[in-house]
């Protein structure tokens, strides 16, 4: 699918303003083109077929289910199956992370942002210390808000937004949080922070054409290293 450039990149407030920038994970802070959900969709399959004792076909209805009635297929297996979450999370989260290339522009703009810097992820807390460890770029974040963290309500459930700000004191009026999913936006949005959209195939294909000029979504654009150029320039 052909990119464009998209509006809304200027932040919305003096950039010295902002003393918290909040990161997605998987699909924001490193590019799609890593594709590391295909891993971990073949490792949930193995999980569901083995679990379920169903064939793969089987599995993957049921997974596909429970992420679309439930918002994660973790929170599905919880509430229909009683599965121990820990062993879900070490499951699909075993994967190949060198497909993410080390990113030492990233790192140094990232460096440079003034405040703390956190990532909130409805992955594991493990995966994201592998992802940002060959990123290179772990060094600078003040903490990681993850599935576990948010006592498995995933994002964008308002009840763990409150408790990730509350949990490490952050102002939402400045605070900026950047996310792939344009839906997990809207509770950031609501309690004050400015909101950065990734915009990714991923998304596009999954849930089909979204509507990027949505009044919870401030910015736009087509991946992370770009942005932060671009507010650094302007």
Not at 60 to 86: A, S, W
Not at 160 to 169: M, S, V
Not at 215 to 232: A, G, N, P, Q
Request: proline share 6%; net charge negative.
């Amino acid at each position: 699918m052909a990119k464009r450039n998209l509006p809304k990149r200027n932040l919305r407030a003096p950039f010295h303003e902002y003393n918290a920038w909040v990161f997605d994970l998987d699909n924001t802070l490193y590019p799609e083109e890593c594709d590391l959900f295909a891993q971990i969709d073949v490792r949930m399959g193995e999980f569901l077929t083995n679990l379920l004792d169903v064939d793969l076909d089987e599995a993957r209805r049921v997974q596909k289910q429970y992420y679309h009635e439930h918002g994660t297929t973790l929170t599905g297996l919880m509430l229909n199956n009683g599965i121990d979450p820990h062993d879900f999370l070490e499951h699909v989260h075993d994967i190949d992370v060198s497909v993410v290339p080390p990113s030492p522009e990233l790192s140094d703009f990232l460096g440079h942002l003034p405040g703390r810097k956190f990532v909130y992820t409805n992955g594991s807390d493990k995966h994201a210390r592998n992802v940002m460890g060959r990123l290179g770029v772990d060094h600078h974040f003040d903490g990681i808000f993850d599935i576990t963290a948010a006592d498995y309500q995933p994002k964008p459930a308002r009840s763990a937004f409150d408790a990730f700000l509350e949990r490490f004191d952050i102002e939402p009026m400045r605070a900026v949080m950047v996310e792939d999913l344009p839906q997990n936006l809207q509770p950031a949005h609501d309690l004050g922070m400015t909101t950065v959209l990734i915009r990714t195939d991923r998304v596009t294909e999954r849930h089909g054409a979204t509507d990027e000029n949505q009044d919870h979504i401030h910015h736009v654009e087509d991946d992370l290293l770009t942005w932060l150029k671009d507010i650094f320039e302007s």
